[in-house]
């Protein structure tokens, strides 16, 4: 039983894991576009463009 529940808990930790590693991906991925949108926004208030 307490093999089982060493079994569960890794494979809990695995996907504990995984899932930082998925929202850290995302995280990423949202700090990209964001700075791309910042960069268009101060392109067009650089041209006057309101």
């Given at each position: 039983?307490?093999?089982?529940?060493?079994?569960?808990?890794?494979?809990?930790r695995?996907?504990?894991?995984?899932?930082?590693?998925?929202a850290?991906?995302?995280?990423?991925?949202?700090?990209?576009?964001?700075?791309?949108?910042?960069?268009?926004?101060?392109?067009?208030?650089g041209?006057?463009?309101?």
């Amino acid at each position: 039983m307490l093999a089982r529940q060493q079994q569960e808990l890794e494979e809990a930790r695995e996907e504990a894991a995984a899932m930082v590693q998925r929202a850290d991906e995302r995280v990423q991925e949202t700090e990209r576009i964001l700075a791309y949108e910042m960069a268009k926004l101060a392109e067009l208030e650089g041209n006057g463009v309101e």
